[in-house]
């Protein structure tokens, strides 16, 4: 299974740290956001990635090269213009190939197992979801019976880690495009499934979450 890591936003809220920083190269102990995902995808047997790229896209191709140091072969997709992330993924539709393939955020601070997901071979897609962190004033999704579903009551946060076949994205045209609102259409359609994940995760948006972190 190949998977991608979308690392081409600006991080405004993290200002003025990713003034002079791409988000994904900030660290988070003794590593950055980006190589925890990448040692965390080769020590689940996944090594062929592909990373979009567009705020300083030369530094992360310099600190991060070929891939080779942590175990995987990295394929980089520069975006002149960020495209958002369906649009990130739909240009990267070409390498990543025919079958599902895992993507991830490359701004979420987690120690979620990817090993798990090397089974999964959704129709559409599958989604990790959390409890909706506190500072959401609500979810995204709920999960029925395996499926997930649009939220009601204290919903689930997607956790930006997910597996999603080409096909999910057939209709879609090429250009600037999120993914929140066709994985909403899906949802109500009911052609995505889902999981819910208690463990550790983060959505490093800001710099009172990377305080956190290091507190916690």
Same mark, same amino acid.
């Given at each position: 299974?190949?998977?991608?890591?979308?690392?081409?936003?600006?991080?405004?809220?993290?200002?003025?740290?990713?003034?002079?920083?791409?988000?994904? %190269?900030?660290?988070?102990?003794? $590593?950055? =956001?980006?190589?925890?995902?990448?040692? #965390?995808?080769?020590?689940?047997?996944? $090594?062929?990635?592909?990373?979009?790229?567009?705020? +300083?896209?030369?530094?992360?191709?310099?600190?991060?090269?070929?891939?080779?140091?942590?175990?995987?072969?990295?394929?980089?997709?520069?975006?002149?213009?960020?495209?958002?992330?369906?649009?990130?993924?739909?240009?990267?539709?070409?390498?990543?190939?025919?079958?599902? +393939?895992?993507?991830?955020?490359?701004?979420?601070?987690?120690?979620?197992?990817?090993?798990?997901?090397?089974?999964?071979?959704?129709?559409?897609?599958? =989604?990790?979801?959390?409890?909706?962190?506190?500072?959401?004033?609500?979810?995204? +999704?709920? %999960?029925?019976?395996?499926?997930?579903?649009?939220?009601? /009551? /204290?919903?689930?946060?997607?956790?930006?880690?997910?597996?999603?076949?080409?096909? +999910?994205?057939?209709?879609?045209?090429?250009?600037?495009?999120?993914?929140?609102?066709?994985?909403? #259409?899906?949802?109500?359609?009911?052609?995505?499934?889902?999981? $819910?994940?208690?463990?550790?995760?983060?959505?490093?948006?800001?710099?009172?979450? %990377?305080?956190?972190?290091? #507190?916690?």
């Amino acid at each position: 299974m190949k998977a991608m890591i979308l690392a081409a936003g600006r991080g405004e809220r993290l200002r003025p740290l990713t003034d002079s920083t791409a988000k994904p %190269l900030i660290k988070v102990g003794k $590593h950055s =956001l980006i190589e925890y995902h990448l040692n #965390a995808l080769a020590k689940a047997g996944i $090594h062929d990635i592909a990373i979009n790229v567009s705020h +300083f896209p030369e530094q992360i191709q310099s600190a991060l090269g070929d891939g080779s140091h942590y175990g995987v072969n990295i394929h980089y997709l520069v975006e002149p213009q960020a495209l958002e992330t369906a649009g990130g993924i739909i240009n990267a539709l070409p390498i990543l190939g025919t079958e599902p +393939f895992i993507v991830v955020s490359g701004d979420i601070y987690t120690d979620y197992d990817f090993s798990t997901l090397l089974t999964c071979k959704p129709t559409h897609a599958h =989604l990790v979801l959390v409890d909706r962190p506190n500072y959401l004033l609500k979810g995204d +999704f709920n %999960l029925s019976d395996g499926l997930v579903v649009p939220r009601v /009551d /204290d919903s689930l946060t997607y956790a930006n880690i997910g597996v999603y076949h080409p096909h +999910f994205f057939a209709n879609c045209p090429p250009g600037v495009l999120p993914l929140g609102p066709l994985l909403q #259409a899906a949802a109500a359609k009911q052609q995505i499934t889902g999981e $819910h994940y208690a463990g550790q995760w983060w959505n490093v948006g800001t710099r009172e979450v %990377l305080e956190a972190i290091e #507190a916690s």
